[in-house]
């Protein structure tokens, strides 16, 4: 197997992770599914029974509850205004604000989707496929689109 799981990782019981993933500093529940070429960064915590798809980013300042699924290639973003560089020299961790982002009990989030920071997604949500979300999601509503909107409820 080839992972890269930092010692500080907290792994539930009969959580599986795949092969090709960068898990550090993060908290991952029980009966969990960690797909392939997934990051998992320090800070973020993940719930029981949640199902991560393949080539998928979840970085620090994410909170997913229990029973989340997250779709192949989602990406959450934890800085409003991003940078590498500032009058010629690269950013730290100093330069910059975390902004945590929530994603509520039982929701689910398509493939291809981005969760902008500062929003919660509420539980039972649906987020289509390839949105890109910048607002809070009510809770048991469907949303798609850039910028995803709300279609209906679930």
């Not at 009969?14 to 529940?29: H, K, P, S």
């Not at 699924?69 to 973003?77: A, E, K, Q, S, T």
Request: proline share 3%.
């Amino acid at each position: 197997m080839k992972q890269s799981i930092a010692p500080d990782v907290v792994i539930g019981s009969e959580t599986r992770v795949y092969d090709f993933v960068n898990l550090y500093g993060c908290e991952i529940g029980d009966h969990c599914i960690v797909g392939t070429f997934v990051e998992i960064q320090r800070g973020a915590k993940i719930g029981n029974n949640c199902k991560i798809s393949s080539h998928s980013f979840v970085c620090e300042g994410v909170t997913i509850e229990d029973e989340v699924f997250i779709g192949h290639g989602v990406m959450f973003i934890n800085d409003r205004y991003p940078r590498a560089a500032s009058d010629g020299k690269l950013q730290t961790a100093d330069d910059w604000e975390l902004v945590p982002t929530l994603v509520k009990r039982g929701a689910s989030i398509g493939s291809n989707a981005t969760v902008l920071c500062g929003v919660t997604i509420g539980e039972g949500a649906i987020v289509g496929a390839g949105s890109v979300v910048t607002h809070d999601v009510p809770a048991h509503t469907i949303v798609a689109g850039n910028p995803a909107r709300i279609l209906r409820s679930t």
